[in-house]
Each structure stands twice: as structure tokens, then as C-alpha cells.
């Protein structure tokens, strides 16, 4: 029967027969669509409509071609950073691989798949070849439901690298100040600003970019990151520290509504000239293995040290599970030395402290809404406790004697 899909301006119609491929077709408007699939439906099923043949369907279409066909149709419903990475992608398959991208793509086994695998390995880390496997399937997938040209998505028979560790990079105690100290000397303070900046946020490399004045609301000492600009599409709003705003109120320009500017006020900073300048910056001092990325790690590791509790710096972060944001946290092992070293009553009264390792070991949101639930009964019972000037732990003992 056919279905039909609103995507972005466009409706598509999809129609699933026994016995015949799944086809499909995109127009303007729903009453097109409707005509259309109801026209095709019926000659399926009068014997009047025959598949195309693979000559004029399939093996005219190489996979360079399906997947510019994929980016065209892909505009209207993902993110513009999605967008841009899937044609920076296309654009550069017939580089990477022109026997692949010349190929016809109903012709394209999981061999082939894998032959491009272990090609790449020999260039790039195991996890930009999962990304490009990532993009390859997507592509194959966008051939099988709404084109009808394969029946099956090669990518998914053939193993994946394993995927890279997560890193666990913290700032040792001089980095910091040298880092800045080297990026000033570089005739760069705007880097010395975004590296302090980048620390006192936790906010990713392409949110800092993109940042406006008007997302700051000076007022509540916050910045807003709106869902274009948010890695999850979901928006944002995180506070500022005063060490933030002192830095935002320094580079504030009359009429500008560029936050972060070159020296010569003539450029707006990206994501590249962070990276080219951050190099330099480390290399001078020769530090190894910091990425510009790190200082969220440190950023979002200080928050928990200063006492915020999971939930908090999610909601700073803008991580959606607690199993993404373990790995971006990495508290000091000699802190939580310190912490385990505490005597038995200072760790009991410390409601927070206690559920922090239940977070960070959640294995989904059913968990953590379970978690949260405690912490607020815990509160709960410290106010009455209050109230009658005992502490909760005599509070409990009384409840159990009742």
C-alpha cells in the first residue's frame, strides 16, 4: 500500500507491494503524492506496471551518484552541520576511493565495503573509519527505501573497527598558565581568551565560534546556545562565571555581533584557526597529546570537583545520558582518595556525594530518574530533620524504632 511522508517542503510517496520493489517519488505537495501513489497502486495491481529493468533503474547509478541524490534530498531534514559533513563526505569519496565511487552501487558487495575498511585504516584511526562506514550505510539506506535500487545495505554484513578509547587527558597544574602565556606570545590573545573561556564553559569548539551577543543575557549571567548551534539539536542555556563574562565584556564591539574576531577585527574565528594556532601554542612549549577539545574534559572534571552533582553539569554540557558524560568527567584519582578517606558519618551526611557513583555507573534514564528521586527524598528528610534539630541519621534511627 502507499504511505506518504511530509519531509521539510516536500512530501514523499513510498508504495510497498508484495512482490514488487518498494518505489518512491517526492513532490511538492501531499494532493500530488496522493494522486500518484493511488494511480501507481492500482496498475500494480492490474498487472499494468512493471519494475524498471537494472539496465535503467540500478547499474545506470554509480555510487558517487546516489550519494549526491542522498545529499539534494537530505536538505530539508537534518541539521546544516549534518549537511555539511555528509557533502564534505560525497565530495570527497571519488578522491578516496574512485573504483568504489565509480561503481554501481547495485553491484557493490560487503567485500567491497571492507576492501574500503582496511584501505582507510591505513591512514586514518579506527574511529574516522567508523564515521565514514557511518556515512556509506546511511547512503545505502537512503538507495533501499527511497529509491528501490538494492535490496541490502552492504555496510551492515562486514565488521567494524574497533572503536578508539575514550580519552582521559586532564591539564597537569602549569599547562594552563603556560598555554595562555604561549598563545599572548603568538600575537593571538583571542586564543588565550578562548582557551580561559573554553575551561570556564565546558562549551564545545563549534558552539564558542558560533556564538552571538545577542545569546548573552548579561542580566542573568548566561548564555544561550540555540538549537542550530547545539551539537544535539536540542538548544541550551548555560551560566556564566564571572571570569566568562569578564572575557566577553573585554572583546564586546560596537555594532558587532561577532563575538570572537581576529586581532585585526577583519576575521571571524573558526574552527580551523583555533586548531592551526592551539597547535603552535603547545608545540612551543612542546606538550603532547592536548587536543583544543581536552579543556571540555577539564572543564566539565573541575565542575564535579567543585561539588556539582551529574544532573548539574549534564544540564551545563548538554550531554543526554549519564554514560556520555562519565566519559568527558575525569575526577583526579588523589581527589577521590581524599573523598573515600573521609570518615564513615561525614560521607553519610553527604547526600550528594554518596549518589555520585551510582550516576556515573547508570546504565539508562530509568536509573537516574530512580537516583534523582532519592537525592529529593534525601532533602526532604534533611529539612525535617532540621525542623526538630537532630540529624537525618537519628531521624532514620527513629523511624526504624516506630
Not at 157 to 183: C, F, H, M, N, V
Not at 248 to 273: C, F, H, M, S, Y
Not at 313 to 342: C, F, N, V, W
Request: a positive charge.
Amino acid at each position: 500500500m502507499a504511505t506518504y511522508q511530509k519531509r521539510g517542503e516536500t512530501w514523499r510517496a513510498m508504495i510497498r507491494l508484495k512482490g514488487f520493489p518498494a518505489i518512491t517519488r517526492t513532490f511538492d505537495n501531499r494532493a500530488d503524492a496522493v494522486e500518484w501513489g493511488e494511480r501507481r497502486e492500482r496498475d500494480m495491481r492490474a498487472g499494468k506496471w512493471t519494475p524498471p529493468t537494472p539496465t535503467a533503474a540500478t547499474h545506470g547509478m554509480d555510487l558517487n551518484a546516489v550519494a549526491r541524490k542522498y545529499h539534494a534530498d537530505s536538505k530539508h531534514h537534518v541539521r546544516p552541520v549534518t549537511l555539511h559533513n555528509i557533502d564534505f563526505f560525497i565530495r570527497s569519496l571519488p578522491k578516496l576511493a574512485p573504483w568504489l565511487a565509480q561503481k554501481a552501487i547495485s553491484d557493490i558487495t560487503p567485500q567491497d565495503i571492507a576492501r574500503y575498511r582496511d584501505d582507510r585504516l591505513k591512514t586514518v584511526c579506527p574511529s574516522s573509519v567508523n564515521q565514514e562506514l557511518k556515512r556509506l550505510s546511511a547512503i545505502f539506506a537512503y538507495a533501499i527505501k527511497e529509491r528501490g535500487l538494492i535490496e541490502k545495505n552492504p555496510v551492515q554484513s562486514i565488521r567494524k573497527p574497533p572503536g578508539t578509547p575514550s580519552r582521559d587527558r586532564r591539564l597537569l597544574p602549569d599547562e594552563e598558565a603556560r598555554l595562555i602565556t604561549s598563545a599572548r606570545k603568538l600575537g593571538k590573545a583571542w586564543l588565550a581568551d578562548m582557551i580561559l573561556f573554553a575551561l570556564e564553559t565546558g562549551m564545545r569548539r563549534g558552539e564558542i565560534v558560533k556564538m552571538r551577543y545577542e545569546h548573552i543575557l548579561w542580566e542573568r549571567s548566561a548564555l544561550i546556545i540555540p538549537l542550530e548551534n547545539d551539537k544535539i539539536a536540542k538548544g541550551r542555556t548555560i551560566p556564566l562565571s564571572a571570569p566568562a563574562l569578564a572575557i566577553l565584556r573585554e572583546n564586546t564591539r560596537d555594532g558587532d555581533p561577532v563575538v570572537w574576531r581576529t586581532q585585526d577585527q577583519q576575521k571571524p574565528i573558526t574552527g580551523a584557526l583555533i586548531d592551526i594556532f592551539f597547535r603552535r601554542a603547545k608545540h612551543a612549549l612542546g606538550i603532547e597529546n592536548l587536543h583544543f577539545h581536552d579543556l571540555r574534559h577539564e572543564a566539565l572534571s573541575r565542575f564535579s570537583e567543585r561539588g556539582l552533582n551529574p544532573l548539574q553539569t549534564a544540564a551545563i554540557s548538554g550531554h543526554q545520558s549519564m554514560q556520555m558524560l562519565k566519559r568527558y568527567t575525569h575526577l583526579q584519582p588523589e581527589d577521590l582518595a581524599d573523598l573515600i578517606a573521609q570518615p564513615r558519618k561525614t560521607r553519610m551526611q553527604s547526600a550528594e556525594a554518596t549518589q555520585l557513583a551510582e550516576i556515573a555507573e547508570a546504565p539508562d534514564d530509568t536509573k537516574l530518574r530512580q537516583v534523582a528521586a532519592r537525592i529529593a527524598e534525601r532533602k526532604k528528610m534533611e529539612a525535617i530533620a532540621a525542623e526538630y534539630g537532630i540529624t537525618v541519621e537519628e531521624l532514620v534511627a527513629e523511624m526504624a524504632h516506630q
